[in-house]
């Protein structure tokens, strides 16, 4: 059963700051889209960003400007850096690891874990 292993996340005023990381396998890790995704109560799950292992990014618009996806192969880990918070990032975020062949997507998933923004 594959891991990932998510730590960060907690409480903090609109304004602030937190940093998620997610540490993968090495066999995952290499061959991945690594990502954050969220889910706030009563919404469906949504993309937050990705990083291939090429190294390109994308992110949602909502936080463009303000949240940094990298990555430490070193560390087989991918980090989300939150800065400017609002209230409407409260959510749970979820750490995923995809890997795509010609013909099939497998996702992997961490545990998630939740952000709350205070006004």
């Known amino acids: 059963q594959v891991q990932l292993v998510v730590s960060g996340g907690g409480l903090v005023q609109a304004g602030g700051s937190l940093t998620l990381s997610c540490a993968a396998p090495?066999?995952?890790?290499?061959?991945?889209?690594m990502g954050w995704y969220r889910q706030a109560p009563g919404k469906q799950r949504e993309l937050v960003a990705t990083v291939t292992n090429g190294g390109t990014t994308n992110y949602a618009d909502s936080v463009k400007g303000r949240f940094t996806i990298s990555t430490d192969y070193a560390k087989n880990t991918v980090y989300l850096q939150m800065n400017g918070l609002k209230p409407e990032d409260t959510a749970v975020y979820y750490c995923?690891?995809?890997?795509?062949?010609?013909?099939?997507?497998?996702?992997?998933w961490g545990q998630g874990t939740q952000v709350t923004v205070s006004s």
């Open positions: 090495g066999n995952i890790f290499g061959r991945s889209i």
């Open positions: 995923n690891a995809r890997i795509q062949t010609s013909s099939i997507a497998t996702n992997y």
